[in-house]
């Protein structure tokens, strides 16, 4: 029974495909007028060769492009138009929009839509989905024209949605990577975004997630700004070193978690700017400039169990104070110098956020040269004693990295003095012994 299922698939998918074949120039034609005959639910297989844009699909129908199928806008504004539920566009190459406007793909007022290996290039905006429900962007490459920032479309723009999922998309040159504009439900996830002025851009956006995405080398990774409801989790970002960057910038915005990502090698990893009931926990902060930035009011923010490697300034707090532990436990900060004598992770005493070597650096900028030398330590550890009303902030709980293989560690050491000892010993022995045999031989 379940052979003769698969069996029926292909002769089914027979009997409803069209094939529109483009090797000629007025293929456009054939494929706008293939689409215009087509009945909803027809799958057509388009075939290699360029077809002249810009297509309007406006039918429930299935677009399946075979490799070196390509429509090209030639400067149309919009080379694809999709105005219809149920479309499915697969495998397509599509090119060169207009200069300044237009998009590669416009959705607009559709449901259910996916685009999936596309691939589009040329063009100012990439995809524009505007008031689209269920829409499903999947492995597409979104390459935008390798001009300045502020003559880019965004690669993927999402305009009044809900529920479109961003997936596995690879996007640069364009001047916002993914823009959230009003959007609802949006799930972006494993999609790398580079060379764009914010590679994830929320504006006004609500509840979603954005998930083990790679965000590299940008103006900024993330910049969210009146949105609200978002868990942002297991992202790279990393190389946002512009000076006016930042790897996340959260900034009146409310009710975001931000947990278990790495931010490396920023400029400001993570900025909080009147940002409300956030909580900032299990990230990894390494080698960045700046790890954690707060400025204005930033009420009922939790900064827990992350971990601060090798920042040359692991935060600076300009304005009201954060709290850096939930009450148990705190961050990890590898700038801690004080000990954990019970051996309960948690620090001995707490760790201040110090204001010195801050001031110094943001005034003279040369200090960052004796970035973990010894003289900024002891100028650390001098000010960790007296001046303790100048401190940034304060973590009560720092952790302490816990040596687990601390009792083989011991057992070894004792085992190792012990063999030492038996040795010591038996070479006196030895030596006693020989001096006695001498002895007794002179004598």
Known sequence: MRSLFFLLIPIVTLLFTKTVYGEKIEAHKQLQQAIDEAHAGDVLIVKKGIYKGPIIIHKPIHLIAEPGAVVDGEGSEYVVTIRA???????????????GKGAGVLIQKSSHVTLKHVRIEHVHYGVYVE?????????????????????RGNGIHLLKTSGVVVRENHI?????????????????????????????HFMYAEDGMAKENVLAEN??????????????????????????????????????????NTFRYNSTALSLQN????????????????????????????????????????????????????????????????????????????????????????????????????????????????TQAQAQGEDRFPLIEVDRNKNETIERSWKLLLFGSILFVSSLLMIGYGRRMTYEKNC
């Open 85 to 99: 539920p149920r479309v499915h566009v697969e495998g397509l190459t599509i090119r060169n929009s207009a200069y």
């Open 131 to 151: 008031k689209g429900t269920n829409i499903n962007l999947l492995n597409n490459v979104i390459r935008g024209r390798d001009i300045h920032f502020a003559q």
């Open 172 to 200: 640069s040159r364009v001047q916002d990577g993914i823009y959230l504009d009003w959007a609802k439900h949006t799930m972006i996830e494993k999609n790398e975004v580079t060379n764009a002025r914010y590679a994830i």
């Open 219 to 260: 103006i900024n990774g993330m910049m969210m700004m009146m949105s609200k409801q978002f868990t942002i989790g297991y992202n790279t970002i990393a190389k946002q070193l512009d000076y006016r960057g930042y790897g996340a910038l959260i900034y009146d915005s409310e009710h975001v978690v931000m947990h278990n």
């Open 275 to 386: 940002a409300r009931h956030c909580h900032v926990k299990d990230n990894e902060f390494i080698g960045n400039y700046r790890a954690l930035h707060s400025l204005y009011e930033n009420p009922n923010i939790i900064v827990v169990k992350n971990k601060f490697l090798g920042n040359m300034e692991d935060a600076l707090i300009q304005g009201a104070p954060i709290t850096f532990d939930d009450g148990i436990k705190g961050n990890y900060w590898d700038a801690y110098q004080f000990y954990d004598f019970n051996d309960d992770g948690v620090g001995d005493t707490p760790h201040r956020i110090r204001s010195m070597y801050s001031r110094l650096l943001r005034k003279w900028p040369s200090v960052q040269f004796y970035f973990q030398s010894p003289a900024l330590s002891l100028l650390d550890t001098t000010e960790s004693f007296f």
